[in-house]
């Protein structure tokens, strides 16, 4: 063991021990996941499966390398010693090896146990994904925050359980760098994602299809252009169904034994030119008039995102946004004709974040300086604080830098703001026999109140009080 002892005393040699020692650290760390053979967490999967392996046996290559260079070197100068001590810890080579190893192992153990769980927590922050690794996601980010799963980490719908898809997914990031790195990355970046990971795998750990979903109660809010922003409602009924009982929409579509595919003829799968059902007892295809044969992209198999395409990261149109905002008191109801002027303007042209800051709010005030005078100046406070939410629709939904505008990215929740659910229950897909897919309003809803002032129905169900109390 002596010349290997001497033979070890080089840097190269020390280099390749210090990353033996380390990558032996996380790993002991890393114990329990490694013997599992799979993590829930992808980053600790790419730590435990991928990081450690090639510092690890890198550093056992570098130490027989420096050992065999320090041999060929002294054995050209003729200083390689013909004898060596013994192996007593009076042997100063001996010893200084022993407290390098024991130094470089404490310290590993200090550091690479902080700095391991610090990183694997911070690589599963939304603030990394949002904001360190990928600024050129701005809309997306802003979108995510004001979304119903802002408390969802993005891995957690991004890539999911498992070191198998973290790989797909960053193997895909290296692309997505190098175009961030010489900006020729696509503005705005297109949707959908063609490689994302298939919903079941994602969404359905928290959505389950199979269990029954109860009919619910949704209520849109809509303000008119009139002076009076005049408040209306509609009330659904809607019939989401669950899979095991074959109805609603649910059901109808992810039922037991309900395969449905279709082909789109646009990159954003808006034109569907077919559909294939095939259920319980029946397969059938229904087609537009001008579907070509083989028409439209490559066959997909429906499942949640094709309806549900944007759960996370949803824009609004301007009347929408207005009306979201208003409903919320953002922005005051009583100003006249708050709603018209504000979509008005919100539909202008600014070309940085920066102009649109100073003259969307500079706008909103104008108006009411020079239309309702006597208005501002008793409710100066009231118009500037709305001014300042005109503003923040506008920057929650246009990014100019990313050439996201109105409209950028379809929603096919609904039918009302974008095709949605006409790009397939519009009447005109038909089959051989004749038969289309279902137009009918009531198959997904009942409309319990259309446009109306005050709702009766809200009253008998108690969301609003009864102003005859």
């Known amino acids: 063991m002596s010349p290997l002892i001497h033979l070890s005393n080089n840097w190269i040699s020390l280099v390749g021990v210090v990353l033996v020692t380390t990558t032996t650290v996380l790993w002991l760390f890393l114990l329990p996941v490694t013997l599992k053979g799979e993590t829930e967490n992808p980053y600790l999967g790419m730590v435990a499966f991928l990081t450690i392996p090639g510092p ?18 002294e ?22 090896l022993v407290y390098f190893i024991g130094a470089t192992t404490v310290v590993n153990v200090v550091i690479g146990s902080q700095v391991a769980y610090s990183a694997v927590n911070y690589m599963d922050s939304v603030s990394f994904c949002g904001k360190t690794c990928h600024t050129v996601m701005e809309p997306e980010f802003t979108a995510y925050q004001d979304s119903p799963h802002s408390r969802v980490e993005c891995v957690k719908c991004h890539i999911g359980p498992g070191a198998g898809w973290f790989v797909k997914s960053k193997l895909s990031g290296t692309r997505q760098l190098l175009a961030v790195t010489f900006k020729t990355y696509p503005r705005p970046i297109p949707t959908p994602v063609h490689n994302l990971r298939p919903a079941r795998e994602t969404c359905e750990a928290c959505h389950w299809p199979q269990k029954y979903g ?3 109660v949704r209520v849109i809010n809509k303000f008119a252009d009139d002076e009076a922003n005049s408040l209306t409602k509609t009330v659904l009924l809607m019939k989401i169904g669950g899979g095991n009982h074959g109805i609603g929409i649910h059901g109808t579509h992810l039922g037991p034994g309900v395969t449905i595919r279709y082909a789109a003829s646009d990159e954003q799968r808006q034109n569907i030119p077919w559909v294939e059902y095939n259920g319980p007892g ?38 929408r946004g207005m009306d979201k905002a208003m409903a919320a008191g953002l922005i005051s109801n009583t100003l006249p004709f708050a709603k018209k002027k504000a979509v008005e303007i919100l539909k202008g042209n600014y070309p940085t974040r920066d102009e649109a800051a100073q003259k969307i709010p500079a706008a909103f005030l104008k108006y009411y300086q020079d239309t309702y005078p006597g208005i501002y100046a008793q409710r100066q406070a009231e118009i500037t604080a709305s001014a300042k939410q005109v503003l923040a629709v506008w920057n929650r939904n246009i990014f100019p830098e990313m050439k996201v505008a109105w409209g950028a990215y379809p929603i096919n929740i609904g039918h009302t703001d974008y095709p949605g659910c006409f790009r397939c229950h519009d009447g005109g897909h038909n089959a051989k026999d004749g038969k289309s897919i279902s137009q009918d309003c009531n198959a997904c809803h009942n409309l319990l109140a259309m446009d109306e002032a005050a709702p009766k129905i809200l009253t008998d169900l108690g969301v609003v009080e009864s102003k005859t109390k």
Do not use: V
């Open 56 to 73: 690890f046996f890198g550093g056992l290559m570098l130490i027989p390398l420096g050992m065999w260079l320090k041999r060929r070197r």
């Open 75 to 96: 054995g050209h100068t003729g200083i390689y010693p013909p004898e060596f001590p013994t192996l007593t810890w009076s042997n100063p080579e001996l010893r200084k």
């Open 214 to 216: 109860e009919d619910r």
């Open 282 to 319: 029946r397969q059938t295809l229904y087609a537009t008039a001008d579907a070509k044969p083989n028409g439209g992209g490559a066959p997909r198999e429906m499942d949640c995102m094709d309806c549900h395409n944007r759960p996370s990261h949803s824009y609004d149109l301007p009347d």
